[in-house]
């Protein structure tokens, strides 16, 4: 099963390896990692992407809320919260092929963030399917770079609401 | 000074924990930190912002490149790479004010990610800058949760070509 880690750290050097090293120590791999900023500069969120048996996750887990500078640990499931990745892609486009692109662009809601003599490169935010189908509508098109952010995760309010019944 | 590394590596267990260990060994914290998928699905990429002396920040370079799963590293500035973030904020709006929350998201390009009773979750990409901006304009709004990716980076090919001089 995939799992969604949200853990709140203090910033303190090593935090980090530490909470990968947890996973690896069962030679778990992570899917996909992201450490960024939240609303206190004291705290990052790492959000962490994993898959395996769900007892193992389970015992990772408890050793991870065990650390020093771990302020919480939340787990979320694809269907409970807003998932998100960015994309950057760089395309090789010749100049007369660049209207092509920008239409595929257009159509997924992608940007243009820089145009060169050969290359385009795109930037789309959206959740790992819809980052696949872009890929692949342009995939006439040879690649020169691909970057993709680690998943961020927060709760999807409104399911929240309709699993606890709530209304005005 | 700020340095952002890119970084590809081979998918095996411990390779994050392995590259972020170097960094923790001589006290550097990681400003920020991302690793996702690249076009090959054996490879992915670290991106990983430090801050601090340039000629300490060079061994840890000299020795992520010896470790055995890492393909290549690259060094980026601000000046010479796309660099963008993705943002998840989930804010408390009333009903009320729903239509001054959509302004500001139509303002700065964001997307309305989820509406909730009492609370609506914003998404948007950019660079350091403009993610700071929009946070800022919904400064009167209480954050329910802030998300954000860690930096990711690929070479500005338009700058490459200046910096070249090449032309048609």
Known sequence: MHKILSILVRNHPGVLSHVAGLFTRRGYNIESISAGET??????????????????????????????????VQELTYED????????????????????????????????????????????????????NIVKALGNFKIKELARTGLVAIPLESKLEQNNGYHH
Do not use: C, H, W
């Not at 389970?58 to 065990?66: A, C, L, T």
């Not at 090789?92 to 490169?121: H, K, L, W, Y």
């Open 81 to 132: 919260a807003v998932t998100r990745e960015l994309l950057l892609l760089t395309i090789f486009v010749s100049m007369n092929r660049r209207p092509e692109v920008i239409t595929v662009a257009n159509t997924f809601g992608a940007t243009v963030a820089d145009i060169a003599d050969e290359t385009m490169t795109l930037e789309f935010a959206g959740n790992n399917l819809k980052i696949n």
């Open 39 to 72: 609303a206190d500069p004291k705290i990052t969120r790492i959000t962490i992407v994993t898959y395996g048996d769900a007892k193992v996750i389970e015992q990772v887990i408890k050793q991870i809320r065990k650390l020093i500078d771990v302020v919480k």
